[in-house]
C-alpha cells in the first residue's frame, strides 16, 4: 500500500518552502560571510583549491520535505520539522563547500576553520565528522581527533555544522572534501538527487567510479608523500655538504 501524506502535513511542508524563499536573502548572506572569512584566510588559501556554495533550490527542498514526511510516516514518528524549528533541524539550507588536493591537508585546513568558528564566534553544531567507507582513511582521520562515522555512498568528506552569531538561528553545512571525491559527488548529485535513479546499471556503476576516485585520491596521496620526502632529502642532502664543505675550509 503506497504511503500519502494528509493534506494538513502537506500544506505544512509548502509553508516552510515559502518561509524559506522568504528568508534565501539571509541564508545569501551566511554564505557571504563565511566565503569571505575562508578567502580571508592566507593559510586556507594555501590549503584549499577551491570553494563552492549554494542556498538549496526551493523544488528540492520540498521533495525533500516529503520524503521525510514518507518516512517518518513509516516508520510512526512524527513529521521532525515546524515552523519554530525549521531552520534549526533543516542544516543543508545553505551548503558550502572546500575542496583540496590531498587527504593529509585535512589536518591543518580543520585547524584552520576551528579557529574562524572560534574567532567569529560562530556554534559548532556538529563536527568535525568524517564520513567514509575506507578503512585506511577512518584510522588516518581518527589519529587527528576527527570523529568518523560509515558513509553508506561509498564516499569521503568531512562535514560541519555551524550557526553563525546573528539573531535568526540559521545554519550552514560545511563539506571538506578532495577533488576527486568531488568529481563523484557531482556524478552521484546529477543522477540520484532529488530522486534515486531507477537504472540498476547507473547505482551499479556509481559504486564503481566511487572506488575509481578514491583510488585517485590514494594515487595523490601518494605523489604528494614521495614529494615530500624527496624534499626532505633534498634538504638533507644540502645541509650535509655546507657541513662538509665548513669543515674542509676549518
Known amino acids: 500500500m503506497k504511503l500519502i501524506l494528509p493534506t494538513a502535513q502537506l500544506n505544512l511542508i509548502d509553508?516552510?518552502?515559502h518561509y524559506f524563499v522568504d528568508n534565501r536573502v539571509k541564508f545569501d548572506g551566511l554564505l557571504n560571510q563565511l566565503k569571505g572569512h575562508v578567502e580571508g584566510s592566507p593559510r586556507l588559501k594555501d590549503l584549499a583549491h577551491s570553494v563552492k556554495w549554494r542556498v538549496k533550490d526551493p523544488g528540492h527542498l520540498r521533495v525533500k520535505l516529503i520524503r521525510k514526511g514518507l518516512e517518518a510516516k513509516a516508520q510512526g514518528h512524527e513529521f521532525p520539522y515546524t515552523m519554530e524549528n525549521f531552520f534549526k533541524k533543516m542544516n543543508d539550507l545553505a551548503g558550502f563547500r572546500i575542496l583540496h588536493l590531498h587527504t593529509s591537508q585535512?589536518?591543518?585546513?580543520n585547524k584552520e576553520l576551528l579557529a574562524i568558528f572560534?574567532?567569529?564566534?560562530?556554534?559548532?553544531?556538529?563536527?568535525?565528522?568524517?564520513?567514509?567507507?575506507?578503512?585506511?582513511?577512518?584510522?588516518?582521520?581518527?589519529?587527528?581527533?576527527?570523529?568518523?562515522?560509515?558513509?553508506?555512498?561509498?564516499?569521503?568528506?568531512?562535514?560541519?555544522v555551524v550557526q553563525p552569531n546573528s539573531r535568526t538561528q540559521l545554519t550552514c553545512e560545511i563539506q571538506v572534501r578532495t577533488l576527486m571525491e568531488e568529481v563523484w559527488g557531482e556524478v552521484d548529485h546529477q543522477i540520484n538527487y532529488p530522486e534515486k535513479a531507477n537504472s540498476l546499471s547507473c547505482r551499479e556503476q556509481i559504486k564503481v567510479?566511487?572506488?575509481?576516485?578514491?583510488?585517485?585520491?590514494?594515487l595523490i596521496d601518494s605523489i604528494f608523500f614521495a614529494h615530500k620526502e624527496g624534499l626532505s632529502i633534498q634538504a638533507q642532502?644540502?645541509?650535509?655538504?655546507?657541513?662538509?664543505?665548513?669543515?674542509?675550509?676549518d
Do not use: M
Not at 585535512?106 to 585546513?109: D, F, L, N
Not at 559548532?124 to 562515522?149: H, V
Not at 567510479?209 to 590514494?218: H, I, K, M, N, P
Open 15 to 17: 509553508n516552510l518552502v
Open 106 to 109: 585535512i589536518e591543518e585546513i
Open 118 to 160: 572560534k574567532e567569529q564566534r560562530w556554534l559548532k553544531i556538529e563536527g568535525p565528522k568524517a564520513r567514509t567507507w575506507d578503512d585506511e582513511y577512518r584510522q588516518y582521520f581518527t589519529s587527528i581527533g576527527i570523529k568518523t562515522e560509515k558513509s553508506p555512498s561509498l564516499y569521503t568528506s568531512v562535514h560541519y
Open 209 to 218: 567510479l566511487a572506488r575509481v576516485t578514491s583510488s585517485c585520491s590514494r
Open 237 to 249: 642532502t644540502s645541509v650535509a655538504r655546507k657541513k662538509a664543505s665548513r669543515e674542509r675550509k
